[in-house]
């Protein structure tokens, strides 16, 4: 959550949308909803979802959801796609390809927990 703050401030002072906005509401989503800096682009109950990003960045990045399984067993796919423009955008992804991985590894072990709960 700290770094997670931290790139929304520094996003805030790149003049984008940083992390301010919140939900229109804390339990359901809909296509166009702003989540935090992300678009809610597509979403198909119970099993997908597409985030789009709307920090300032390099480029254009997605995070979808894709749960599988059934009410016993189940799995979630989290997948970040990032469509880099020019060669800042392609430091940018291999400068913070760990540190994402680190961040979005531990978002998704969240969502499972939250998820058994």
Known sequence: NSIWKLRGFLDLIAGGV????????????????????????AI??????????????????????????NESASSIRQTIIYDPVGLTGILLWKALFVPHRLILSGMVRGIAAQSEK
């Open 18 to 41: 940083g992390m301010r906005r919140g939900r229109r509401d804390p339990h359901h989503l809909r296509v166009g909803d702003v989540v935090d800096c992300w678009r809610v682009e």
């Open 44 to 69: 198909e109950r119970p099993r997908y979802l597409r985030l789009m990003v709307e920090m300032r960045l390099p480029g254009r990045a997605w995070l979808e959801y894709e749960v599988t399984g």
